[in-house]
Every structure is written in structure tokens, then in C-alpha cells.
């Protein structure tokens, strides 16, 4: 264990005490409330010195986990809190380590967790040792031997759901490491009356219920079994199930811890043959058939179950029907057949069910034993592991009360002498005087049941060979007259008047002073129990079965090897074993578990004082702490006590150099505890009383309060003064901060101040300074002025005599000349272009030259366009004439003009003279055409048009039909009045003709022509042509008149609205009405 780690003790945190030696005062009471106040804690173990007390929790604690394991591990006994664990360690180390073979003995009564403590330490020991493939077979069959060996011999009873019915001593063999080899079972007396009948509230053997619910159904049709419980008369019914328990889920548990130990398959068959058999035996019944003789003879009842059961076994049946109606006696090489009545009958069938079943669980553990045997023959190291029945009282004590409590008798025999060996061969170890110890001894009562001559068993044993009639009662006379005299039995016959007056003692009993307690017994069934007779009719029959496993049961069957000897008594075998058993435990170094019971109803939580009490007094745990405290209390190590108390002495606080046993010496002698208290081993230090262990113990207490204390006030000084510093240094880096940051500020405003006062100060002088300057410069300027005149002054003076009057004159005009030089060079160099249309024209330079500059434009405007005009030839001349007229007519009168400008007029758009089309209407016109073209006559009557052919000539205009080339009407101009258009960009034009002329009395016309421009002006230009007449009239308005032959019609121009489209529409609206609507532009 490394130094920092922590010592834990057995005395610390302690619930109670942990160890009842500590125990101050002791007395049954204080005993038992320390058992109470840790049981209900939880905590179940508890020591007495090495012994550990372990009461049932019925129900299932946290303290049995790996991690648990781990911290007992390799520990020292009294290092942690009491457990199983620690007491399996111990035994454990002590074997592998110091070569010392062990043997852990579990007593307690029935259902006070013995057969699970054997468990828990089989189960620690397995964690424990070595690992490996191999080791962890034998691991493995060593445990599962467990659930097979309870299977058979587990049953429930009113007191325990699973208690064990036989006795058990496991050796584990170890080899030199430590490693498990393998082990060897003993077993003892089981209680084979409950395979024939089970108390009330109780079951048969568990191997009975659970081959009944999981065997599949195949194997019970082989078995020739039924699942129904209540078809057999072996197993009792009222509690058959039992809550918690899976028989169905038990039996495959068991099969497969079976096949792990090693079980063949047909071994396992025949184990479920038997077991099957046992119960078919149950089921067969006798009937009374009257003899000639005058007695009744036994018959089978009903031969079915004895044919199944003989089938199962491989037995002839009629010898099987014999055995159970006669019975041979041979006496002196003579055979005699005697018959049995049917009481005897059923005698023996029981008798033959019993043997069977109990010499078949023999013969298990026989075979498990077989399969875990060590395979080396090399030395071994053992721990043994004794789960035994405990001490039983019950109101009705019977021959197996008798055998158990003698077998705990030696039990605790055994115990006395190897605790009180042990402690006094402690004592001469450790050289210290051994003072004796006063306790009881119950070697007397041992001798009274077991002694050779005049021992219970004996004289049991020699009244059951006694020729003549031998009863129970002939047995209770003969004890009567020979123990009469022993202290420690009690009998109302006895000559010893003592008990002639007491009533709880009946007369067919007797009475046991046991160390436990008196225990009264009935002698009834003792003989015949002691007997455990079995016809020998029966065993050979038994013998002669075709079944592998028979002749090995009942060897005694064989008739080759007829004895005559009556086969030892029950009784005698038990003792035997015992013996043996007890001769093996003394080679052993014992530990002890003494499992206690805390109430009788297998709750958890509960502690019923009585019950626990009777325990307690029972198992002898008083004496027991007794006999450890006769002595002294209390050992321990030099080196752990130096460790726990150092702090009690200053001279060993904090460390003592040198011996801790002359530490402890100085301890002890400085705490002044009185010499008679201690006394020094060569390794241990003894402490007589408890007392003293809690002196120092409370004397540590206080002293770790100190130290607590100490230990605190150095800390939180350390804590304070720490965090005072802490608070210091940053007080300091605030500080710091805090004054940078208001100098900084500090700094700031001097900084700001001092600029606002330069500032002041700079603007100030800079403003002096700039006066200064103004004034200089204004007394320089003032100079050159006052100079310049001066000098104007000066020089004119000098000079005048020098000019002539006119002289400033002539400069004027020599300079306006220059001037204007300079300006008409410059006019000359950037003169705008020759085109008419060029708007660009120079800047003037001078104002006063600005009229002669407008003038100058004007002029060069008219030049240019002059020489533009002589350059147009005779044609284009006429052309630009037209153009001109068609201006001065329309501009800004009709909105059709502008589209016009641009298009030149062409005049004969039909080309009328060179197309043959127009041959014949050119040869009508005898003058040169000045205009053809197409236009649309509107027709009044609908205001639609139709195509016409228009001619000009100089002297009339013509119309004449498009595809015919016919001339329709021939016009001579003068006689064409006006021609009316409206104002908008319609091509609508009407020529009105003069009234009274011939051609006027077909009316005007009124026609439509995209050229509606050219056409007019062509018609106004020729008309003025000729001088003789007047021109022709252009009326431009939005309503006209039209003289249509008879009628004037009215012609009215209005702005279409947009839905009307594009085109011009003309309409007749009535009689007197066309409208033409124009879209507007
Ligand atoms: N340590 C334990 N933790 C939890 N339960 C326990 C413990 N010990 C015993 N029990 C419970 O008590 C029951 C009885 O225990 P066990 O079978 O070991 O008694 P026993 O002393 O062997 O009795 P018997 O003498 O009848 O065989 C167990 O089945 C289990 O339920
Ligand atoms: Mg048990």
C-alpha cells in the first residue's frame, strides 16, 4: 500500500460496533441491540475477534459486486468494515501465502443464509484465484456442482424456501500458487423420510417439481410421467408451487450445471429414470387378500405403476409383486418366506423409495466428486467448506433432530478447542503469559451421546441388535436406567426424582441439557429410523435390475455375496462420518460464519429480538465473545496501532523514528493507561479491555478534532491571508490603472487649454501682424500712386512743350484704325460656311463694334445666298418657284403642308405619253400635260370615292376613268371658280366651278389626293399664268359648300376620335351634310 493512500479501519464509521469484543458492558442486551441497530443499517456482518456473524437480509444488497471484490482484495481482516469477503480473503491469503490448510464453518439455523455464505465465499475464492482456461474449468464445475447438488437435496420447507436436507463439506484443493485443482464433497444424512411425506406447508425434493414442469414432453412420455403434480401420491400438493422459484427454468439450470460437471447423457437418463421410478413407486397401492392361515396378505392394488415402474428400471415385475408380499429371513443357511400384511407392505415400499432416492443423491455426489477430483497427485493446500445443518428445537424432536444437534455439539466441541488453541497459541507466539480462560466445555454432553460404551447411540445401536422384542420404549428404559445419573439428561422416569413432577417433560421422552439449550426428544421411530431396514427381498430384486446404475445402489443385493451381517446402523454411520469430519476440521485452521435469522418470515427489514435472542444463546455467540475477551480484547499490529495513535504522544507525532514497538511504548506510557491493561507481544500489542481500546480510540477523536482544528485554522489563516494578498495586488494594478488613466485626463485638458491660449495668442499676433501689413501695403500703394502722378505730373510737364493740340486726336483715330485691323483680320480668319442654312456667325470683340457686326452678318447672309441662287438651272428654278407658291398658299394653313416640303413635285406620275396604257387619252390632249396623276372622286350620295384619272394643262384640267382612260369631264380653267380644303392633313379638296359657265351644270367636284398640295398649287400657278384671267380663289376652312348638280352640300371637316382609325372617313350624314373626320396627327 503506497504511503498517501488512505487507512481505512474497522473502527471507523462504525454502525454499533463491528466487532462485539468491543463491546462495552457485554451483555445479552447490548449484544443483541448492537445486532439490531447494524442489521437495520444494513449492515449484516459483524465480528466476533476472527468469527463473523451474518445475519439473513432477505434481500439482495449492493455488497456483493466485482468492485467489491476488489476493495477486500488482498486486505487486511480488520482494515474495512465487517464482510464475508474479508473473512474469505483472510483464509484465502493465509492458505496460499502461510501454506495453512483452512476450513470455514457455517452453522446457523434453518434459512440463516448458511448454503448462501458458502456460496458467497466459494464465489469470492473464485475471483479471487488464479485465471486461465484450465483453472477456470475446474472453477466452473465447482460452482455449477452447486444447483445439482440443491436440486436433489433442496426442498422447501415452513422455514426456508430452499433449504438445504443434507449436510455438506466441500474440500477445495489448491495448488502451490494459489490455483484451484479441484475438490471433493462429502455429504451427510439427508433427510430421505420427505421423499415418502412432507410436512404440511412444505414440498418433496425440488428434482421431483422441476423434471415434472421442464421436461419437455417427450422425455415424460419416455419417463412415463404426467405434468399433473397431483397424480403422485410422493409429492404434497397444498404448496407445490412455491413463489420466486422457476421449477420449469430450475430443471434446465440443473441439466445444464450437470453437463458442465461432467455428467454423461445417458448418466443424466438414468438419474431421471430413478427419479421417475420413485415417483411411480409412490403411486402403487396394497390391497388385503385373507390366507388360509387366518392373516392377511398384501396384494398390489392396482399393477400399472408397477409395471411402468419395473419398466423403467428394467425390473421383472413379478419378482418386484413378490418382494412387496413375502419376506425371506435366512437364519442359520435357512431360508423362511414369511408374508407381509399390507401395513408392512407399505413399510417396505417406502422403505424401497427412501434407499432409492437416498442412495441415488449418494451416488451423485459420489459421481460430481468424481468429475471435480484434483487430477495431480502432487500436494495440495485445502480449504474446506462446511455448510451444516444448525442446531434444531422443535416442539416434536425426532431421531434427526437428535443426530443434527449431537453433529453441532461436536461442531462447537471443535470450536472451543481450536479458538482457544489458536488464541493461546497466539499467546506463545507473541510470548505472552497465557492466563486461563474459564469457560464452558460441552465435551460431557458429547460424551453422553457419543461415548463407546454407555453413549445414547451406543445403547441405540445395541438395543436395535438385541435379540426379542425390541420398541422404542425398551430403548427410553434402558437410557432411563443408565444416564439417569448424567447432569445433562433429563428423563421423568430416571430414578433421579428431579423430574418425577415435571409436566413439560412427558413420559415417552427424554430430555438433553445441550450447550445450546435443553432440547426434549420423543423416542418414538427411533429404533426403526435408527434400523433404516430394507427387506432384502427388495434389494435383490433391486439388484437384479437391467439398469446400469441399480447394481451399483444396492451392491448388497447381490446374492453371491449374501452377508449375514446386519448393515451398520444409521446412528453408527453418522457417527463415523462425524468423526471423520471432525478429524479432518482439526487439521484445519477454522473460520467461522454464524449465520443468524432475523425473524421467521422471511422478511426483509425485520428483527424480531426473540427469535434472534434464542440464536444467539444457541450458537453460543456469548461464550464465544466471552472466551475472546477472557484473554485480552484487542491485538494489533505494532505498526498499524503506532500508525492509528501516533498523534496521542508528542514524542511520536508526527513521526517516530525507530521500532514501532518502542513507538507504541512511548504512546502508551505517555498516555498513562495503567500496565495490567497491555501487555507487548513480540509483534502485537494485546489490550486486555475494551475499555482501554476506547479510551485511546475517544482520545484519538478528540486529538483528530484538534489536528481537524488546527489543520482548519492553519488553512483558513492561509485562505485569508492568500486571498488578502491577492486582494492586494490587484488593488496595487487598480491603483496603477486608475492614476494613468487620470493623469492621462489630467493631461488632456492642460494639452486643450493650452492650445485654446495659442490659439488666442497666434491669432492675436497674427492679426497684429496683418494690420502691420495692410498698412505697409497701402503706404506702398499710396507711394506708387502719389509716384505715378508725380511722375504723370513730371512728365507732362516736361513734355507738353513737346505736343501738339490735336495730338491726342490723331492717337484716338490711329488706334480705332488698329482696332478695327485687327477686328476684320480676325472676321476674315474665322468666317462661318458657304451654306444658306449655316446659323454660326463669330463673336464680337468690342461693344461699341456691335451694330456694325449684326450688319456685317446680315449682309454676308444675303451674299451667300445669292451666289447660292445663281447656281440653279431653269427647271429646278420653276421647281423651287412651285415650292415657294405651294408655301406662300399653305404654310401654316393646312396641317397636310408640311409632309409636302420634302417631296419634290414631280408632275406626270403616270407618264402618260409614254404608256400605252393612257395612248388614247393622250392623244385627246393636245397640249403638254402638266400633271397626271390619280385622285378620288367622292361620290355625294355616300361619300365613297372613286378612282379617277387627273390631267392639267395649261387650259384645263380633265378626268377621265382609270382603266378605260374614257374622259369623263373636260374643264377649261377659266371656268374653275375657287377650289375650297379644309385646314387638316386630309387630302379633301373641292373645285368649284363658276355659275353659269357650261361646265357648272354638272356640278363641282369634290375629290381626294394624297398630292392634294402639288395639285392645287399646279392649279394655282397656271391659272395666274395666264394674264387674261383672274387667279384661282384657295379657300382653306373646315366647312365648305359643295353645288352638287341641283344641291349645296356642306362639307365639314372634324378631328376623329381615336377608335376611328387611321384612315379619313367621309360620311354622308344627310341631304345636306358630309362629315370627313381626320385622325388627328
Ligand atoms: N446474504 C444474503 N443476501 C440476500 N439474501 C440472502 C442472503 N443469505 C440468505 N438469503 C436469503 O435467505 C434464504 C435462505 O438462505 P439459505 O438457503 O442460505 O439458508 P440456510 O441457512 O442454508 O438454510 P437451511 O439450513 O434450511 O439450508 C435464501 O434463499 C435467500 O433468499
Ligand atoms: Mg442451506
Known amino acids: 500500500m503506497s504511503k498517501m493512500e488512505v487507512k481505512t479501519s474497522l473502527l471507523d464509521n462504525m454502525i454499533g460496533v463491528g466487532d462485539m469484543v468491543l463491546l462495552e458492558p457485554l451483555s445479552e442486551e447490548t449484544f443483541i441491540g448492537n445486532l439490531r441497530k447494524r442489521f437495520e443499517h444494513n449492515e449484516i456482518y459483524t465480528y466476533i475477534g476472527s468469527v463473523v456473524i451474518s445475519m439473513n437480509p432477505y434481500k439482495s444488497l449492493p455488497i456483493y459486486t466485482a468492485d467489491k471484490v476488489e476493495e477486500y482484495r488482498n486486505r487486511n481482516f480488520y482494515e474495512l468494515s465487517p464482510h464475508i469477503y474479508a473473512l474469505a480473503d483472510e483464509a484465502y491469503r493465509s492458505l496460499r501465502d502461510q501454506d495453512k490448510d483452512q476450513c470455514i464453518l457455517i452453522t446457523g439455523e434453518s434459512g440463516a443464509g448458511k448454503t448462501e455464505a458458502s456460496k458467497l465465499v466459494m464465489s469470492y475464492v473464485a475471483a479471487v484465484c488464479g485465471k486461465g482456461q484450465e483453472v477456470n474449468k475446474v472453477k466452473e464445475q465447482l460452482l455449477?456442482?452447486?444447483?445439482?447438488?440443491?436440486?436433489?437435496?433442496?426442498?422447501?420447507?415452513?422455514?426456508?424456501?430452499?433449504?438445504?436436507?443434507?449436510?455438506?463439506?466441500?474440500?477445495?484443493?489448491?495448488?502451490f500458487k494459489g490455483d484451484p485443482l479441484g475438490g471433493v464433497i462429502s455429504n451427510y444424512l439427508l433427510e430421505k423420510s420427505r421423499v415418502v411425506k412432507q410436512p404440511r406447508g412444505e414440498r418433496n425434493f425440488h428434482i421431483f417439481y422441476q423434471l415434472l414442469s421442464g421436461a419437455s414432453d417427450d422425455t415424460l412420455k419416455k419417463l412415463k410421467l404426467d405434468r399433473d403434480f397431483s397424480k403422485y401420491n410422493y409429492l404434497s400438493l397444498d404448496s407445490a408451487t412455491v413463489n420466486g422459484l422457476d421449477d420449469a427454468a430450475n430443471f434446465r439450470t440443473v441439466r445444464n450445471a450437470m453437463q458442465i460437471v461432467g455428467f454423461m447423457e445417458d448418466e443424466l437418463q438414468s438419474v431421471m429414470e430413478l427419479v421417475a421410478a420413485v415417483l411411480k413407486l409412490g403411486n402403487i397401492e396394497f390391497k388385503p387378500e385373507s390366507r388360509v392361515n387366518g392373516f392377511d396378505e398384501s396384494r398390489v392394488k392396482d399393477k400399472n405403476d408397477l409395471k411402468e415402474m419395473c419398466e423403467l428400471l428394467g425390473i421383472e415385475q413379478s419378482v418386484l409383486e413378490r418382494a412387496f408380499s413375502y419376506r425371506t429371513v435366512e437364519a442359520k443357511m435357512e431360508k423362511v418366506s414369511t408374508t407381509l400384511n399390507v401395513a408392512q407392505a407399505y413399510y417396505a415400499r417406502d422403505a424401497l423409495a427412501k434407499n432409492l432416492y437416498s442412495r441415488m443423491f449418494s451416488w451423485l455426489v459420489t459421481r460430481i466428486n468424481e468429475s471435480i477430483k484434483a487430477q495431480t497427485k502432487s500436494r495440495k493446500k485445502v480449504m474446506g467448506v462446511l455448510d451444516i445443518y444448525g442446531f434444531e428445537i422443535f416442539e416434536d424432536n425426532s431421531f434427526e433432530q437428535f443426530i443434527i444437534n449431537y453433529c453441532n455439539e461436536k461442531l462447537q466441541q471443535i470450536f472451543i478447542e481450536l479458538t482457544l488453541r489458536e488464541e493461546q497459541e497466539e499467546y506463545v507466539r507473541e510470548g505472552i503469559e497465557w492466563t486461563n480462560i474459564e469457560y464452558f466445555n460441552n465435551a460431557i454432553i458429547c460424551d453422553l451421546i457419543e461415548n463407546n460404551q454407555n453413549g445414547i447411540l451406543a445403547m441405540l445401536d445395541e438395543e436395535c441388535l438385541r435379540p426379542g422384542t425390541v420398541t422404542d420404549e425398551t430403548f427410553l428404559d434402558k437410557l432411563n436406567t443408565i444416564c439417569a445419573e448424567h447432569q445433562h439428561f433429563e428423563s421423568r422416569l430416571s430414578k433421579n426424582s428431579k423430574f418425577l413432577t415435571d409436566h413439560s417433560l412427558p413420559h415417552s421422552c427424554f430430555r438433553i441439557q445441550h450447550y445450546a439449550g435443553k432440547v426434549l426428544y420423543r423416542v418414538e421411530g427411533f429404533v426403526d429410523k435408527n434400523n433404516d431396514l430394507l427387506y432384502r427381498d427388495l434389494s435383490q430384486a433391486m439388484y437384479k435390475a437391467n439398469h446400469s446404475l441399480m447394481k451399483l445402489l444396492f451392491p448388497e443385493g447381490n446374492p453371491a455375496k449374501v452377508n449375514l451381517k446386519r448393515p451398520p446402523t444409521a446412528g453408527f454411520q453418522f457417527k463415523a462420518s462425524v468423526g471423520t469430519l471432525m478429524k479432518n476440521l482439526q487439521t484445519k485452521n477454522p473460520n467461522y460464519i454464524r449465520c443468524i435469522k432475523p425473524n421467521d418470515k422471511k422478511a426483509s427489514q425485520v428483527f424480531t429480538d426473540s427469535l434472534v435472542c434464542h440464536q444467539v444463546r444457541y450458537l453460543g455467540l456469548m461464550e464465544n465473545v466471552r472466551v475472546r475477551r477472557a484473554g485480552y480484547a484487542f491485538r494489533q499490529a505494532y505498526e498499524p496501532c503506532l500508525e492509528r495513535y501516533k498523534m496521542l504522544c508528542k514524542q511520536t507525532w508526527p513521526h517516530w523514528k525507530g521500532p514501532a514497538r518502542e513507538g507504541v511504548e512511548v504512546l502508551l506510557k505517555g498516555l498513562e493507561v495503567p500496565e495490567e491493561e497491555f501487555a507487548y507481544g513480540r509483534s502485537k500489542i494485546f489490550i486486555r479491555n475494551p475499555r482501554t481500546l476506547f479510551f485511546l480510540e475517544e482520545k484519538r477523536r478528540q486529538c483528530l478534532e484538534d489536528l481537524a482544528t488546527l489543520i482548519q485554522k492553519i488553512y483558513r489563516g492561509w485562505k485569508c491571508r492568500t486571498h488578502f494578498l491577492l486582494l492586494k495586488k490587484s488593488q496595487v494594478v487598480v491603483s496603477a490603472w486608475y492614476r494613468r488613466y487620470a493623469q492621462q485626463q489630467k493631461y488632456k485638458k492642460i494639452k486643450s487649454s493650452s492650445i485654446v491660449v495659442q490659439s488666442f495668442i497666434r491669432g492675436w499676433k497674427a492679426r497684429k501682424i496683418l494690420r502691420e501689413l495692410k498698412y505697409q501695403k497701402r503706404c506702398k500703394e499710396a507711394v506708387t500712386t502719389i509716384s505715378a502722378y508725380w511722375h504723370g505730373t513730371q512728365v507732362r510737364r516736361e513734355y507738353r512743350k513737346f505736343f501738339r493740340a490735336n495730338a491726342g486726336k490723331k492717337i484716338y483715330e490711329f488706334t480705332i484704325q488698329k482696332i478695327m485691323q485687327k477686328y476684320f483680320l480676325g472676321l476674315k480668319n474665322t468666317m462661318p460656311s458657304m451654306s444658306p442654312i449655316d446659323k454660326t456667325w463669330p463673336a464680337r470683340p468690342y461693344l461699341f463694334l456691335d451694330g456694325t457686326h449684326q450688319e456685317l452678318r446680315r449682309i454676308f447672309h444675303l451674299w451667300r445666298c445669292k451666289k447660292y441662287r445663281s447656281q440653279f438651272t431653269e427647271e429646278k428654278k420653276a421647281i423651287y418657284e412651285e415650292k415657294l407658291?405651294?408655301?406662300?398658299?399653305?404654310?401654316?394653313?393646312?396641317?397636310?403642308?408640311?409632309?409636302?416640303?420634302?417631296?419634290?413635285?414631280?408632275?406626270?406620275?403616270?407618264?402618260?405619253?409614254?404608256?400605252?396604257?393612257?395612248?388614247?387619252?393622250?392623244?385627246?390632249?393636245?397640249?403638254?400635260?402638266?400633271?397626271?396623276?390619280?385622285?378620288?372622286?367622292?361620290?355625294?350620295?355616300?361619300?365613297?370615292?372613286?378612282?379617277?384619272?387627273?390631267?392639267?394643262?395649261?387650259?384645263?384640267?380633265?378626268?377621265?376613268?382609270?382603266?378605260?382612260?374614257?374622259?369623263?369631264?373636260?374643264?377649261?380653267?377659266?371656268?374653275?371658280?375657287?377650289?375650297?380644303?379644309?385646314?387638316?392633313?386630309?387630302?379633301?379638296?373641292?373645285?368649284?366651278?363658276?355659275?353659269?359657265?357650261?361646265?357648272?351644270?354638272?356640278?363641282?367636284?369634290?375629290?381626294?389626293?394624297?398630292?392634294?398640295?402639288?395639285?392645287?398649287?399646279?392649279?394655282?400657278?397656271?391659272?395666274?399664268?395666264?394674264?387674261?384671267?383672274?387667279?384661282?380663289?384657295?379657300?382653306i376652312s373646315d366647312e365648305f359648300l359643295v353645288q352638287f348638280k341641283q344641291d349645296k352640300v356642306c362639307v365639314k371637316f372634324i378631328q376623329a376620335g381615336p377608335k376611328n382609325g387611321n384612315s379619313v372617313a367621309c360620311k354622308r350624314k344627310n341631304n345636306r351634310l358630309l362629315e370627313v373626320s381626320v385622325p388627328s396627327p
Open 144 to 175: 455449477q456442482s452447486n444447483p445439482v447438488l440443491e436440486a436433489f437435496g433442496n426442498a422447501k420447507t415452513v422455514r426456508n424456501d430452499n433449504s438445504s436436507r443434507f449436510g455438506k463439506y466441500m474440500d477445495i484443493e489448491f495448488d
Open 885 to 1035: 407658291e405651294a408655301s406662300k398658299i399653305f404654310k401654316d394653313k393646312k396641317a397636310l403642308y408640311p409632309s409636302s416640303v420634302g417631296q419634290p413635285f414631280k408632275g406626270d406620275y403616270l407618264e402618260i405619253n409614254k404608256n400605252p396604257k393612257y395612248q388614247k387619252l393622250n392623244s385627246v390632249m393636245d397640249e403638254k400635260v402638266l400633271l397626271a396623276d390619280v385622285v378620288n372622286k367622292i361620290n355625294r350620295a355616300n361619300g365613297k370615292g372613286a378612282p379617277r384619272i387627273f390631267l392639267l394643262t395649261k387650259k384645263k384640267f380633265v378626268l377621265a376613268d382609270q382603266k378605260t382612260g374614257q374622259v369623263k369631264a373636260s374643264v377649261p380653267l377659266p371656268d374653275l371658280n375657287s377650289v375650297s380644303v379644309s385646314t387638316q392633313s386630309d387630302g379633301f379638296f373641292a373645285l368649284k366651278l363658276k355659275e353659269g359657265t357650261p361646265s357648272a351644270a354638272k356640278g363641282d367636284f369634290l375629290l381626294s389626293s394624297d398630292r392634294l398640295i402639288e395639285i392645287i398649287t399646279k392649279l394655282h400657278r397656271t391659272g395666274a399664268a395666264s394674264a387674261e384671267r383672274e387667279t384661282i380663289g384657295v379657300d
